[in-house]
């Protein structure tokens, strides 16, 4: 029982583990902040995820080991995943109107089922609507 996350921000992935070891103790969970290590990791453990959640915008190229890094986006996990068969619910939290519903529709073009918040408010969303979304996704079928 994993969630996987892909979320560059890092008071987003404080306030998502201050929730996840009180609402969902019994998930681990595993958070990359760029779509090229985690779509690596899902290629050997997709299928030990119960929940993936997924943000669109990473940030600009960094340095990584002396060499520029492209930190890629979250529609390149979406399209990764969406070639595999589903296995589990993905959760989309994201502001970018624009590149959502194409994240959206590659993988429900495929089967998988999913949802998505759209973060306001500094971190209240994460509270008042994201943990209840997850909630829901692991409480139902995958597809």
């Known amino acids: 029982m994993l969630i996987a996350f892909l979320e560059d921000d890092e008071r987003r992935q404080q306030a998502m583990r201050e929730l996840l070891v009180t609402e969902l103790a019994d ?3 595993i958070f990359f902040d ?3 290590d985690l779509i690596h990791w899902l290629d050997d453990h ?3 995820v119960s929940l993936l959640c997924l943000d669109h915008d990473l940030g600009p190229n960094r340095i990584r080991e002396g060499q520029t890094f492209d930190p890629g986006c979250g529609r390149d996990v979406a399209d990764r995943v969406a070639a595999r068969t589903p ?3 993905v959760l ?3 502001t970018n109107s624009y590149a959502v ?5 590659a993988l429900e073009r495929t ?3 999913v949802e998505r918040v759209v973060p306001y408010s500094d971190l209240d969303w994460v509270r008042q609507v994201w943990i209840g979304a997850a909630k829901a996704l692991l409480a139902t079928p995958a597809t």
């Open 92 to 94: 989309i939290h994201s």
């Open 87 to 89: 296995s589990c619910p």
């Open 111 to 113: 089967g998988w089922r």
């Open 46 to 48: 997709l299928s030990d």
């Open 27 to 29: 998930y681990a969970h």
């Open 101 to 105: 519903p194409g994240m959206i529709s």
């Open 34 to 36: 760029n779509a090229p």
